[in-house]
């Protein structure tokens, strides 16, 4: 676990100069912070490093020249920095996104309480995270549309669009390609790589399937089962999927106390006492994940006659990668349209059954 963080700038008065740090009691000395300023600089581009410095490991993120912050990550000797550098990139975007009036020096304590974490999270947790980040969004709906673009020419329709400042275009797109998410590629005769999307992320809310085959093996009493199974159905009778209600939930799937509560009630219905138990998991404010819950009707409480409440999921959510079959289509318009090179599209498809007959192989693996 990492046991502090320093966010640093480079003065070419003063030299190094710490902006923040938590916790407030960790130290590191001007020299450790020449070395890992000296590394960033050799390189002169944005994006992580690992270095040990002494008895200190360190991960630490550049945010590139045109920032220009350094995101000091101090880990245990035995912690693997690499396993870091996707939450490292995430957060300091979140720092550039709140500069102003020092608005980022506020929210270190939880950044680093979520970065600390980040090497457990599950796929659905990252891919949460992925989603909920309003450029990466930007990148993978502009490629459901077209399937393929170039880089030069997706960094310029970003310099246009998005509206929050800086854009550290190649290391997003570095934490896309590993998520196997797009895929870059040259093609002959072309100017720019190319980008291709060859995974999508599909979300939707669905029952919880095996709650509501028994509920009182899950832990509702049997006068209350019925009651549980009407709820269910009403709600998903009315249930129409959209992109708010999307992003509603990946907003609090990504914080991790919501999330371990709901690991708990895919499980069983429990009671409130049987909540509190997960305060040894790390989830400390109880009231405050059920009332996220409730606000965004993934739960429901029922009451038995002795007053004893039960808590149950009302609808889970799925989040997965699925393989764009939809894209075949795509392809086809901009075949007959020709608005897309003929060279560009036969890489397309090539790379796209790549793809698919490793994800077939992947899959008999795992059977």
Not at 6 to 21: F, H, P, Q, S
Not at 67 to 76: A, D, E, F, Q
């Amino acid at each position: 676990m990492p046991v502090g963080i320093v966010i640093m700038r480079w003065d070419e008065r003063v030299g190094t100069e710490i902006l923040a740090k938590f916790p407030n009691e960790i130290s590191i000395n001007d020299k450790t912070l020449m070395q890992v300023y000296s590394t960033h600089e050799y390189g002169g581009e944005s994006g992580m490093i690992s270095l040990m410095i002494g008895s200190l490991n360190i991960a630490s993120y550049f945010t590139g020249p045109d920032t220009g912050y350094y995101l000091i990550l101090l880990l245990n000797i035995d912690d693997d920095p690499d396993a870091y550098e996707g939450g490292l990139a995430d957060i300091a975007r979140t720092i550039l996104l709140n500069l102003n009036d020092d608005a980022y020096k506020s929210m270190i304590p939880a950044l680093f309480r979520k970065l600390s974490i980040y090497p457990t999270y599950k796929e659905e947790q990252k891919l949460a995270m992925t989603y909920q980040e309003e450029i990466k969004r930007m990148i993978i709906n502009r490629l459901r549309e077209e399937g393929v673009v170039s880089k030069s020419e997706l960094s310029i329709w970003l310099r246009d669009k998005y509206k929050h400042g800086f854009v550290d275009l190649e290391s997003i797109l570095i934490e896309l390609i590993k998520q196997e998410i797009i895929k870059e590629a040259s093609v002959k005769g072309m100017p720019s790589e190319l980008l291709f999307l060859i995974n999508d992320i599909f979300m939707m809310r669905i029952p919880p399937e095996d709650l509501i085959n028994n509920p009182s093996e899950k832990g509702l009493p049997d006068q209350l089962s019925d009651d549980y199974i009407i709820e269910c159905r009403k709600f998903f009778q009315n249930y129409r999927p959209s992109e708010q209600d999307n992003l509603n939930i990946i907003n609090i799937l990504t914080d991790p106390e919501v999330y371990e509560t709901i690991r708990l009630l895919r499980t069983a219905i429990v009671t409130r006492n049987e909540l509190e138990k997960l305060r040894k998991k790390g989830v400390d404010n109880v009231a405050d994940v059920l009332k996220k819950l409730w606000n965004n009707q993934m739960i429901q409480v029922f009451q038995d006659k002795h007053n004893n409440e039960y808590y149950a999921l009302l609808s889970d959510f799925y989040l997965r990668k699925i393989f764009p079959k939809y894209i075949l289509n795509i392809i086809k318009k901009e075949y007959e349209q020709k608005s897309k090179a003929d060279k560009v599209l036969a890489e397309y498809l090539t790379v796209l059954e790549n793809t698919f007959m490793e994800q077939k192989k992947t899959a008999k693996i795992k059977e």
